[in-house]
Protein backbone atom coordinates (compact mmCIF):
# COMPACT_ATOMS: atom_id res chain seq x y z
CA UNK A 1 0.00 0.00 0.00
CA UNK A 2 2.66 2.36 -1.09
CA UNK A 3 1.09 6.03 -1.16
CA UNK A 4 1.81 7.18 -5.08
CA UNK A 5 5.68 6.78 -5.10
CA UNK A 6 6.08 8.19 -1.93
CA UNK A 7 9.02 6.52 0.44
CA UNK A 8 8.74 8.50 3.07
CA UNK A 9 5.76 10.98 4.83
CA UNK A 10 4.57 12.89 8.13
CA UNK A 11 1.22 13.16 8.68
CA UNK A 12 0.43 15.74 11.09
CA UNK A 13 3.84 15.25 13.10
CA UNK A 14 4.42 17.10 16.53
CA UNK A 15 7.62 16.84 18.56
CA UNK A 16 7.84 18.87 22.01
CA UNK A 17 10.97 19.15 24.57
CA UNK A 18 10.55 19.47 28.51
CA UNK A 19 12.14 23.26 29.16
CA UNK A 20 11.80 23.45 32.82
CA UNK A 21 7.71 23.38 33.80
CA UNK A 22 6.81 24.23 30.60
CA UNK A 23 7.54 22.33 26.57
CA UNK A 24 8.68 24.15 23.93
CA UNK A 25 6.66 23.02 21.15
CA UNK A 26 9.22 22.43 18.06
CA UNK A 27 7.21 20.57 15.28
CA UNK A 28 3.32 21.46 15.20
CA UNK A 29 1.90 19.50 12.61
CA UNK A 30 4.59 18.36 9.68
CA UNK A 31 3.33 17.40 7.08
CA UNK A 32 5.52 16.04 4.59
CA UNK A 33 5.71 13.32 1.51
CA UNK A 34 9.53 12.60 -0.25
CA UNK A 35 8.95 10.97 -3.47
CA UNK A 36 11.59 7.91 -4.30
CA UNK A 37 14.46 9.78 -6.24
CA UNK A 38 13.28 13.12 -4.84
CA UNK A 39 16.22 15.59 -3.36
CA UNK A 40 14.27 17.57 -1.11
CA UNK A 41 16.34 20.59 0.91
CA UNK A 42 14.95 21.04 3.93
CA UNK A 43 15.64 24.76 5.34
CA UNK A 44 14.86 26.77 8.30
CA UNK A 45 16.58 29.65 10.87
CA UNK A 46 18.25 27.64 13.73
CA UNK A 47 16.06 26.43 16.37
CA UNK A 48 12.91 25.77 13.96
CA UNK A 49 13.55 21.97 14.52
CA UNK A 50 15.15 20.81 10.98
CA UNK A 51 17.07 18.02 13.01
CA UNK A 52 14.34 17.05 15.09
CA UNK A 53 12.46 16.65 11.98
CA UNK A 54 15.43 14.31 10.37
CA UNK A 55 15.67 12.19 13.36
CA UNK A 56 12.18 11.72 13.28
CA UNK A 57 12.48 10.85 9.88
CA UNK A 58 15.22 8.45 10.15
CA UNK A 59 13.69 6.79 13.40
CA UNK A 60 16.13 8.29 15.63
CA UNK A 61 13.26 9.80 17.92
CA UNK A 62 9.79 9.88 17.73
CA UNK A 63 6.96 12.31 17.64
CA UNK A 64 4.50 13.25 20.03
CA UNK A 65 2.15 12.79 18.27
CA UNK A 66 1.44 11.94 14.20
CA UNK A 67 3.25 9.13 12.25
CA UNK A 68 5.73 8.70 10.18
CA UNK A 69 5.32 6.25 7.15
CA UNK A 70 7.69 4.21 4.97
CA UNK A 71 6.82 2.87 1.65
CA UNK A 72 3.16 3.70 3.18
CA UNK A 73 3.76 1.40 6.70
CA UNK A 74 3.46 3.07 9.86
CA UNK A 75 6.74 3.24 11.76
CA UNK A 76 4.88 3.42 15.21
CA UNK A 77 3.49 0.04 14.43
CA UNK A 78 7.19 -1.36 13.56
CA UNK A 79 8.74 -3.35 16.37
CA UNK A 80 12.11 -2.87 17.84
CA UNK A 81 13.74 -5.48 15.62
CA UNK A 82 12.14 -4.43 12.39
CA UNK A 83 12.75 -0.49 13.40
CA UNK A 84 16.47 -1.31 13.77
CA UNK A 85 16.58 -3.09 10.56
CA UNK A 86 15.03 0.24 9.27
CA UNK A 87 17.64 2.13 10.72
CA UNK A 88 20.60 -0.15 9.61
CA UNK A 89 19.14 -0.71 6.04
CA UNK A 90 16.70 1.60 4.82
CA UNK A 91 18.19 5.41 6.00
CA UNK A 92 21.86 6.38 5.85
CA UNK A 93 22.09 9.18 7.89
CA UNK A 94 25.31 12.14 7.17
CA UNK A 95 25.50 14.23 10.55
CA UNK A 96 27.27 17.93 10.66
CA UNK A 97 30.06 16.87 12.50
CA UNK A 98 30.42 13.02 11.24
CA UNK A 99 30.06 11.12 14.28
CA UNK A 100 32.95 8.76 13.49
CA UNK A 101 34.38 6.58 16.05
CA UNK A 102 38.10 7.72 16.50
CA UNK A 103 39.47 4.51 17.60
CA UNK A 104 38.24 2.97 14.40
CA UNK A 105 40.22 3.33 11.14
CA UNK A 106 38.60 4.45 7.98
CA UNK A 107 38.01 1.40 6.76
CA UNK A 108 36.29 0.32 9.92
CA UNK A 109 34.04 2.69 10.36
CA UNK A 110 32.47 2.56 7.11
CA UNK A 111 32.70 -1.49 7.66
CA UNK A 112 30.30 -0.88 10.96
CA UNK A 113 26.67 -0.78 9.47
CA UNK A 114 27.51 -4.18 7.02
CA UNK A 115 28.93 -6.02 10.78
CA UNK A 116 25.82 -4.79 12.58
CA UNK A 117 23.31 -6.13 9.38
CA UNK A 118 25.23 -9.40 8.95
CA UNK A 119 25.15 -10.31 12.37
CA UNK A 120 28.24 -12.65 13.88
CA UNK A 121 27.65 -15.67 11.94
CA UNK A 122 26.98 -13.68 8.85
CA UNK A 123 29.98 -11.73 8.95
CA UNK A 124 32.16 -14.70 9.29
CA UNK A 125 30.67 -15.41 5.56
CA UNK A 126 30.30 -11.95 4.08
CA UNK A 127 32.76 -9.80 5.45
CA UNK A 128 35.50 -10.30 2.84
CA UNK A 129 32.51 -9.09 0.27
CA UNK A 130 31.81 -6.27 2.15
CA UNK A 131 35.38 -4.92 2.83
CA UNK A 132 35.63 -5.29 -1.09
CA UNK A 133 32.56 -2.71 -1.40
CA UNK A 134 33.67 -0.42 1.08
CA UNK A 135 37.31 -0.23 -0.72
CA UNK A 136 34.84 0.58 -3.71
CA UNK A 137 32.92 3.07 -2.39
CA UNK A 138 36.07 4.78 -0.32
CA UNK A 139 37.90 4.84 -3.87
CA UNK A 140 35.09 6.46 -5.44
CA UNK A 141 34.70 9.44 -2.72
CA UNK A 142 38.04 9.76 -3.65
CA UNK A 143 39.49 8.02 -0.05
CA UNK A 144 41.58 5.50 -1.38
CA UNK A 145 44.90 6.45 0.66
CA UNK A 146 42.97 7.09 3.65
CA UNK A 147 41.27 3.47 4.27
CA UNK A 148 44.07 2.91 7.34
CA UNK A 149 43.80 6.35 8.84
CA UNK A 150 41.56 7.37 11.97
CA UNK A 151 39.08 9.87 11.87
CA UNK A 152 41.34 12.58 13.37
CA UNK A 153 44.16 12.14 11.18
CA UNK A 154 42.08 13.45 8.63
CA UNK A 155 40.62 16.62 7.28
CA UNK A 156 36.99 17.72 7.41
CA UNK A 157 36.38 17.54 4.14
CA UNK A 158 37.77 13.57 4.20
CA UNK A 159 35.75 12.80 7.39
CA UNK A 160 32.65 14.04 5.84
CA UNK A 161 33.41 11.64 3.13
CA UNK A 162 34.17 8.91 5.54
CA UNK A 163 30.29 10.04 7.09
CA UNK A 164 29.25 9.34 3.23
CA UNK A 165 30.51 6.38 3.20
CA UNK A 166 29.24 5.15 6.01
CA UNK A 167 25.86 5.97 5.10
CA UNK A 168 25.93 4.49 1.39
CA UNK A 169 27.54 1.13 2.29
CA UNK A 170 23.85 -0.53 2.96
CA UNK A 171 22.63 0.91 0.19
CA UNK A 172 20.47 3.02 1.67
CA UNK A 173 17.05 4.09 0.24
CA UNK A 174 16.75 7.46 1.71
CA UNK A 175 20.15 9.42 2.72
CA UNK A 176 19.39 12.16 5.32
CA UNK A 177 21.59 14.28 5.76
CA UNK A 178 22.13 17.36 8.19
CA UNK A 179 24.50 20.32 7.30
CA UNK A 180 26.99 17.70 5.43
CA UNK A 181 28.89 20.97 4.38
CA UNK A 182 28.45 22.89 7.43
CA UNK A 183 31.59 22.83 9.02
CA UNK A 184 33.63 22.75 5.76
CA UNK A 185 34.92 25.67 3.64
CA UNK A 186 33.21 26.56 0.81
CA UNK A 187 35.84 24.55 -2.04
CA UNK A 188 36.04 21.18 0.24
CA UNK A 189 32.07 22.29 0.37
CA UNK A 190 31.61 22.26 -3.18
CA UNK A 191 33.42 18.67 -3.83
CA UNK A 192 30.92 17.22 -0.69
CA UNK A 193 27.76 18.76 -3.10
CA UNK A 194 28.78 17.05 -6.16
CA UNK A 195 28.83 14.15 -4.76
CA UNK A 196 25.16 14.56 -3.75
CA UNK A 197 24.20 15.65 -7.02
CA UNK A 198 25.83 12.47 -8.54
CA UNK A 199 23.91 9.90 -6.14
CA UNK A 200 21.16 12.21 -6.74
CA UNK A 201 21.38 11.57 -11.09
CA UNK A 202 21.79 7.94 -10.32
CA UNK A 203 18.49 7.74 -8.54
CA UNK A 204 18.96 8.15 -4.60
CA UNK A 205 16.61 9.65 -2.73
CA UNK A 206 18.47 12.47 -0.48
CA UNK A 207 17.00 14.62 2.62
CA UNK A 208 19.18 17.51 3.13
CA UNK A 209 19.28 20.31 5.47
CA UNK A 210 21.07 22.94 4.58
CA UNK A 211 21.75 26.97 4.63
CA UNK A 212 23.44 26.87 1.55
CA UNK A 213 22.17 28.31 -1.32
CA UNK A 214 24.31 26.51 -3.96
CA UNK A 215 22.73 23.38 -2.71
CA UNK A 216 19.37 24.22 -2.68
CA UNK A 217 19.53 25.02 -6.60
CA UNK A 218 20.09 21.66 -7.22
CA UNK A 219 17.36 19.97 -5.37
CA UNK A 220 14.22 19.00 -6.83
CA UNK A 221 12.28 20.70 -4.07
CA UNK A 222 12.96 22.78 -0.93
CA UNK A 223 10.62 23.12 1.88
CA UNK A 224 10.74 26.18 4.88
CA UNK A 225 10.38 25.33 8.19
CA UNK A 226 8.65 28.26 10.29
CA UNK A 227 6.52 28.11 13.49
CA UNK A 228 6.76 24.16 13.62
CA UNK A 229 5.58 23.74 10.03
CA UNK A 230 5.80 23.63 6.29
CA UNK A 231 5.61 27.10 5.52
CA UNK A 232 3.88 27.39 1.76
CA UNK A 233 5.66 28.44 -1.00
N1 LIG B 1 16.91 17.17 23.44
C1 LIG B 1 16.41 18.41 23.51
N2 LIG B 1 15.93 18.91 24.69
C2 LIG B 1 15.41 20.14 24.76
N3 LIG B 1 15.31 20.99 23.71
C3 LIG B 1 15.78 20.54 22.52
C4 LIG B 1 16.35 19.24 22.36
N4 LIG B 1 16.71 19.10 21.06
C5 LIG B 1 16.38 20.26 20.46
N5 LIG B 1 15.83 21.12 21.32
C6 LIG B 1 15.32 22.46 21.00
O1 LIG B 1 14.43 22.36 19.93
C7 LIG B 1 14.62 23.41 19.00
C8 LIG B 1 14.87 22.84 17.61
O2 LIG B 1 16.12 22.19 17.60
P1 LIG B 1 16.77 21.63 16.27
O3 LIG B 1 18.09 21.08 16.64
O4 LIG B 1 15.81 20.72 15.62
O5 LIG B 1 16.90 22.98 15.41
P2 LIG B 1 17.58 23.19 13.97
O6 LIG B 1 16.52 23.79 13.10
O7 LIG B 1 18.23 21.96 13.53
O8 LIG B 1 18.65 24.33 14.31
P3 LIG B 1 20.14 24.55 13.72
O9 LIG B 1 19.96 25.21 12.36
O10 LIG B 1 20.75 25.50 14.70
O11 LIG B 1 20.84 23.24 13.65
C9 LIG B 1 15.75 24.26 19.53
O12 LIG B 1 15.23 25.41 20.10
C10 LIG B 1 16.42 23.39 20.57
O13 LIG B 1 16.91 24.14 21.62
MG1 LIG C 1 20.21 21.39 13.26
Known sequence: MTENNNILTCKQVFKS???GAVRLEVLKGIDL????????VVKGASGSGKSTLLHILGALDKPDKGDVFFEGKKLSAF?????????????????????????????QNVLLAPMVRAGAIGWLVGSAKAKKSALQLL???????????RPYQ?????????????????????????????NLDSETGNGILRIFEKLHS?????????????????????IRLADGRVAPG
Open 33 to 40: NVGRGEFV
Open 139 to 149: GELGLSERTEH
Open 17 to 19: YPM
Open 202 to 222: AGQTIVMVTHDDRIAQKASRI
Open 79 to 107: SGKKINEFRNRKIGFVFQFYHLLDELTVL
Open 154 to 182: LSGGERQRVAIARAMINEPDVILADEPTG
